[in-house]
């Protein structure tokens, strides 16, 4: 089973995300292993799109779905710029302290702990999808 | 639910998840103190970049007047976050259960 929901373009929606991946988790008994993981990829990517995507008001759909031993989810961005968080230069985990700054990590870590992602961009429409599955 | 406060010993105590949400209260609490800093991660449920970010900013504050934070009590989840992101390698941890 497929759920969508929208949320507004505010870091305040965070809690209701949570709330409403964890209801997902319950209900189609998805592993619990992978929320931490689902958490942390769906706020990295939310907070991305909220923070660059900032010539739309429109809202934020998430779609979640049970994938194999995991789930599969989705954010879609509506009247946007391109962007693809696979482009996204890897950071310098083993640099100094001295040059190691505070942004860049949210896309990393996704691309580090989603086992895979998917970017589609058609008619000004955003979609990432990314998959946290059991090993 | 979010968390930040002194504890025993001028320890710092943070709980609960620390995300884009709640960033700016941890730094404006943060921001806040100078010398030593001891941080209890112990119910520290949940961090993202944006807590993080938190983390850095205040270490490399600290660091520059010849201190810095250390983490104490970090779980599992939390520690393979630091480690992910480096921050095994900038910052002294000490997990869960005591040092190693």
Known sequence: MKISREFSRSFDELKDIVAFAHEFFEKQDIDPSLRYIVDLCVEELFVNMVSYNTETSSNIRIDMSPHEHGIEVSLTDFDVDRFDPRDVKPVDIDAPLESRMAGGLGLYLVLKMADSIHYEYRNRTSKITFIADRK | ?100
């Open chain 2, 1 to 100: 639910m979010f968390y930040i406060d002194f504890g025993e010993d001028s320890v710092v105590v943070i709980k609960g998840r620390l995300d884009a949400a709640q960033a700016p209260t941890a730094q404006m609490f943060l921001d806040k103190i100078t010398g030593q800093c001891v941080v209890d991660l112990g119910e520290l449920e949940y961090i993202s970049s944006a807590g993080l970010g938190v983390l850095l900013r205040t270490h490399k504050r600290m660091i520059a007047d010849g201190l810095g934070l250390k983490l104490v009590n970090v779980n599992s989840h939390v520690n393979d976050i630091f480690t992910y992101s480096g921050f095994d390698k900038l910052f002294d941890i000490e997990p869960a259960g005591g040092a190693e």
